[in-house]
Nanobody, 123 residues
Framework: QVQLVESGGGLVQAGGSLRLSCAAS????????VGWFRQAPGKEREFVAA????????YYADSVKGRFTISRDNAKNTVYLQMNSLKPEDTARYYC????????????????WGQGTQVTVSS
């Protein structure tokens, strides 16, 4: 089992920045790829970014490429999502998830999920 807890969400004006954290406990976190997903009201959950177990490979949705950066510190069992130049359309609940298999954009590849943290971007 891996337990994931997200933090760092909040209310920010358009153009601002936030850094989300995903803290893990349980099994060896460095064995897992981690993805960030988001879900806005009335919409399906969508892929945001993912990072391989070593941190050597990262992937981004086109909508956030160049604005968001995913990183990890395995010594701290934490994955980060730095979000810059935020837009109102980034408003959603953000979830981190862990996968013992693939670094993927597909949420079905992820076994463990956190409860999410709300990000609201005002115009």
């Amino acid at each position: 089992q891996v337990q994931l807890v997200e933090s760092g969400g909040g209310l920010v004006q358009a153009g601002g920045s936030l850094r989300l954290s995903c803290a893990a406990s349980g099994r060896t976190f460095s064995n897992y790829a981690v993805g960030w997903f988001r879900q806005a009201p009335g919409k399906e959950r969508e892929f945001v970014a993912a990072i391989s177990w070593s941190g050597g490979n990262t992937y981004y949705a086109d909508s956030v490429k160049g604005r968001f950066t995913i990183s990890r510190d395995n010594a701290k069992n934490t994955v980060y999502l730095q979000m810059n130049s935020l837009k109102p359309e980034d408003t959603a609940r953000y979830y981190c998830a862990a996968s013992s298999t693939y670094t993927s954009y597909d949420p079905r590849m992820y076994t463990y999920w956190g409860q999410g943290t709300q990000v609201t971007v005002s115009s």
